[in-house]
């Protein structure tokens, strides 16, 4: 009776295992080598009837190292390096001038991907006001299981300032994204280009800003909010900092800076009068630099840091910080090379990763088919290389590649740039211009 008790027990799984038969992913297995492979089975099949009760339990850590093994041995025999897959990607257009921008990064992207036999399976989710006026909510029930599916998404600009007030279905959906996701790291590069007015022309640097805690209220906190006033006269913010959170950071940093020419992290705190929020965060760093020593790194408190950026931003190249003060230092590092126009962004986690750009929404000139693509853009060609190198996709590391070089023709011929760039090409038609820019190379 023990077995059969066992696997009534089990029924769910055994319902789980029968399904994956039938409903098999070919996306991400060889689907040619997979019914003639009994090891992967068996390490399968051992999730699923493990995966209940923690005495049944395998540790998680095992079988993901029995799963890399298996695909390394697997991979050997084959003869080949990776298992290529189609990347599922999803649109959210946001607010304003996202309307605009993010169908010509959509543009761009599906043309590198053509040009670099990438397979992508695109996924338009609504959010923002405009899923308000539709839908009823500006981050409509069931946003976040499409999302879970997917390797990561492109978002415009959020304009939540604008919305309804006091509604509990007008919420700002940055902050739920990037817990729920832990996109820890918001990379922000900041680049002058010839042709394009700018303080100084010989700036490439990016900043890499810790992403969930910090002083921002709406995300420091699992529950409650980080901001609150006890008395009319009296207002206290927290600022959250964790060893966890300033490691990954780093971590993330000092991986960026390894890939560069100059490789070096430059860590941006004020550990003399925060001795223990700060000094915590130059801790990790510290940490971190000694497993890195290929990487220079130094350290600048983030007074100091404000001049030098100002008075000479070519001598960095990775910069790393803490929340606020890396929201503050990346506008006036991208201000040195051309305005917000020129910032594109990318926050990113251990599974998924969004592209964002910098700027806002610009209701202003919302509408007005003048908002420069650029940063969104270059938001997309951030998030096709950063799924390239995480899930081991040639074909996206090389439509990025494409992208960043199509972007970059266009920008020094200087022949079709929006306004803010000193031309006269509307959104549509500078996104056409690196269009096909691209389809050329």
């Not at 040619?32 to 395998?58: H, M, N, R, S, T």
């Not at 850590?61 to 695909?71: G, P, R, Y």
């Not at 991979?75 to 001038?97: C, M, P, T, W, Y």
């Not at 420069?372 to 390239?388: E, F, H, T, V």
């Amino acid at each position: 009776m023990a077995p059969i008790v066992m696997i009534c027990r089990r029924w769910p799984r055994v319902i789980s295992v029968l399904n994956f038969f039938i409903k098999l992913d070919r996306s991400c297995i060889l689907d040619k080598v997979v019914f003639i492979d009994p090891f992967f089975w068996l390490v399968y099949c051992l999730k699923q009837f493990a995966g209940g009760e923690a005495k049944f339990a395998f540790p998680t850590l095992i079988f993901a190292k029995i799963s890399w093994l298996h695909d390394k041995i697997k991979n050997f025999f084959l003869g080949v390096k990776h298992v290529s897959r189609a990347l599922e990607i999803g649109i959210l257009e946001g607010d304003d001038i996202g309307l605009e921008v993010v169908p010509e990064t959509i543009k761009v992207m599906r043309v590198a991907a053509k040009k670099a036999a990438l397979d992508i399976h695109w996924h338009p989710i609504p959010i923002g006001r405009k899923a308000f006026d539709e839908l009823g909510n500006t981050m409509p029930e069931g946003t976040l299981d499409r999302l879970d599916s997917l390797d990561g998404w492109v978002l415009g600009p959020i304009g939540h300032q604008a919305y309804p007030k006091n509604n509990p279905h007008s919420i700002n959906p940055h902050p739920i994204l990037r817990r729920h996701y832990d996109l820890f790291a918001n990379i922000r590069p900041a680049k002058s280009y010839q042709g394009i007015a700018s303080l100084y022309n010989d700036v490439d640097l990016i900043l890499v800003r810790e992403n969930n805690e910090g002083f921002p209220p709406d995300r420091n906190l699992h529950l409650g909010y980080g901001e609150f006033r006890p008395t009319p006269d009296m207002t206290i913010s927290l600022r959250v900092i964790t060893r966890q959170g300033s490691r990954k950071v780093a971590r993330a940093a000092f991986e960026l800076a390894s890939t560069r020419p100059r490789k070096i992290v430059t860590a941006v705190h004020k550990d003399t009068v925060f001795k223990l929020g700060c000094g915590m965060f130059a801790e990790e760093c510290r940490l971190m630099a000694q497993q890195f020593p290929s990487v220079s790194f130094n350290e600048v408190l983030v007074d100091t840091m404000a001049a030098k950026l100002i008075m000479k931003p070519q001598q960095f190249d990775v910069i790393v910080t803490t929340n606020t003060f890396g929201d503050i230092l990346s506008d006036a590092a991208c201000a040195l090379v051309g305005g917000l126009g020129l910032a594109p962004g990318l926050s990113a986690g251990p599974e998924r990763a969004m592209a964002q750009a910098t700027h806002g929404s610009a209701p202003d000139i919302a509408g007005k088919g003048i908002a420069n693509p650029y940063a969104m853009i270059m938001s997309g060609q951030m998030l096709l290389s950063w799924l390239g190198h995480k899930h081991q996709v040639p074909a996206a590391i090389k439509a990025a590649q494409l992208m960043e070089l199509a972007t970059e023709n266009v920008m020094k011929a200087g022949q079709c740039l929006t306004r803010d760039l000193g031309g006269t090409a509307s959104t549509v038609q500078m996104g056409d211009a690196i269009a096909q820019e691209l389809a050329r190379l």
